[in-house]
Nanobody, 119 residues
Framework: QVQLVESGGGLVQAGGSLGLSCAASGSIFGINAMGWYRQAPGKQRELVAEISKGSNTNYADSVKGRFTISRDNAKNTVYLQMSSLKPEDTAVYYC?????????????WGKGTLVTVSS
């Protein structure tokens, strides 16, 4: 079975930095796009950043210039470096990946990691 496991969440003061990572494991034949989403209390899940297999990136307007997404294809891992954090960045951050299995391609989600930014 394929699993995505996030790590790196926690509590940080406004203006601070935090890094997240997400490692995919299991019967993986390849990984296409990977991304980070977040869901704040009472709000819908939203895209934060995504990165293609060739490392083309896309960011939500709210995080452009503050967050950086990257990936290590050899480690099946995606990262999110967050800086200049704001209280409104507080949310559960979820990793998402389009994974090539033996006979199909499927999307998988991690269980999420909480990021809390205090003012």
């Amino acid at each position: 079975q394929v699993q995505l496991v996030e790590s790196g969440g926690g509590l940080v003061q406004a203006g601070g930095s935090l890094g997240l990572s997400c490692a995919a494991s299991g019967s993986i034949f390849g990984i296409n796009a990977m991304g980070w989403y977040r869901q704040a209390p009472g709000k819908q899940r939203e895209l934060v950043a995504e990165i293609s297999k060739g490392s083309n990136t896309n960011y939500a307007d709210s995080v452009k210039g503050r967050f950086t997404i990257s990936r290590d294809n050899a480690k099946n891992t995606v990262y999110l470096q967050m800086s200049s954090l704001k209280p409104e960045d507080t949310a559960v951050y979820y990793c998402n990946a389009e994974i090539q299995l033996l006979y199909e391609t499927r999307y998988y989600w991690g269980k999420g990691t909480l990021v809390t930014v205090s003012s």
